[in-house]
């Protein structure tokens, strides 16, 4: 058994097929890691939420690998490997976003999603590249980011300042040109990404690294998606909001809230609506058992006065048992 097939069995819920899958794609990946002169990885979703493990890995032989231990077998979670979650659970590629590997370097990631034949993401293909080698052009991007913002304000005859309504609002805003760069986002938007897992500057970020479901930055300009879409990505809910400018410098503003609450006093409600709807069912069965014992004892005990006692007792108890009838089959909408 290969070491691919045993870890899929053991960690994740993968198909018979699926792994094939990841099989056949794993030969390939020392000829991904000798042409893009990186580290190549193949990660898989575990059964847990927010967790994957590297199933296959290839070092590049063109140049030194960033890694000293084998790391096939370990486990990527979404604090330290964003952009991995994140391909796996919307099925978007992720470009240069950083991570922190499991030997705690600095890395910038690329990720492809892996599909099976249902078009399902089972898996992704990821790039790594040492982050320190860039560390001054880094900087210099998060100054042209931070100009970019600014000289987008100027356009737009605004200045965001901490008295703008956006940083006072609870809905995430981001906001983008007609690029799909971003070029504006309030500290609640920043706060979710790094929730997320993001660990860079957003402002300056291409629209498709930052969304949250599979669709283009062109799809939602052309209305070809779904204004408002409910997500969940761990044990995060989401619901996103997308409202398309074509006139203005920026086109396009994504409002994403934070129900994660909401559905979980929904899931409550639910849950407690099905436990008295069961109280109501139980107590309305026991309530017609009683009755039931009633009748055979009225059959044995003589006298007419003691009969109609029993008979009234019967009649009402089973009145009630008829009101928990129509409780019990009472839904949460009512």
């Known amino acids: 058994m290969s070491e691919i097939r045993r870890l899929c069995l053991k960690y994740t819920c993968l198909s018979e097929s699926d792994i094939l899958i990841i099989e056949n794609i794993a030969t390939t990946l020392q000829l991904i890691a000798d042409s893009a002169n990186a580290d190549v990885f193949i990660d898989c979703p575990t059964k847990h939420n927010g967790e994957a493990i590297v199933v296959a890995e290839a070092k590049p032989s063109t140049k030194s690998s960033l890694y000293k231990e084998k790391v096939v077998g370990k486990f990527a979670v979404r604090e330290n490997e964003p952009a991995s979650l994140r391909t796996l659970e919307i099925g978007m590629p992720s470009r240069d976003l950083k991570a922190i590997t499991q030997e705690y370097i600095k890395v910038k990631q690329s990720v492809e999603p892996i599909r099976n034949k249902e078009n399902k993401t089972i898996g992704v293909l990821i790039v790594e590249k040492d982050v320190t080698e860039t560390l001054n052009s880094n900087r210099k991007l998060e100054i042209l980011a931070r100009t970019n913002e600014e000289l987008t304000s100027q356009i737009t005859?605004?200045?965001?300042?901490?008295?703008?309504?956006?940083?006072?609002?609870?809905?995430?805003?981001?906001?983008?040109?007609?690029?799909?760069?971003?070029?504006?986002?309030?500290?609640?938007?920043?706060?979710?990404?790094?929730?997320?897992?993001?660990?860079?500057?957003?402002?300056?970020?291409?629209?498709?690294?930052?969304?949250?479901?599979?669709?283009?930055?062109?799809?939602?300009?052309?209305?070809?998606?779904?204004?408002?879409?409910?997500?969940?990505?761990?044990?995060?809910?989401?619901?996103?909001?997308?409202?398309?400018?074509?006139?203005?410098?920026?086109?396009?503003?994504?409002?994403?809230?934070?129900?994660?609450?909401?559905?979980?006093?929904?899931?409550?409600?639910?849950?407690?609506?099905?436990v008295i709807k069961e109280i109501h069912h139980r107590v309305k069965n026991n309530l017609q058992t009683i009755a039931s014992l009633l009748r055979l004892q009225s059959r044995r005990i003589k006298g007419e006065e003691f009969t109609n006692a029993i008979n009234e007792s019967i009649n009402r108890i089973l009145s009630i048992a008829a009101t928990h009838e129509i409780l019990a089959k009472q839904g949460i909408d009512e």
Not at 164 to 174: G, K, M, P
Not at 191 to 199: C, R, S
Request: hydrophobic share 40%.
């Open 157 to 274: 005859n605004r200045t965001y300042k901490e008295s703008d309504i956006t940083y006072h609002i609870n809905d995430a805003i981001l906001i983008f040109d007609e690029n799909g760069v971003l070029r504006f986002k309030n500290p609640v938007a920043e706060q979710l990404y790094k929730k997320l897992g993001y660990k860079e500057e957003l402002i300056g970020m291409d629209f498709s690294n930052l969304s949250l479901y599979n669709c283009s930055f062109e799809e939602i300009m052309n209305n070809d998606c779904i204004d408002v879409k409910d997500i969940d990505i761990g044990d995060v809910s989401l619901q996103v909001k997308y409202i398309v400018q074509s006139s203005k410098v920026l086109n396009l503003v994504m409002l994403i809230s934070d129900v994660t609450d909401m559905r979980q006093k929904e899931k409550e409600l639910i849950l407690k609506s099905v």
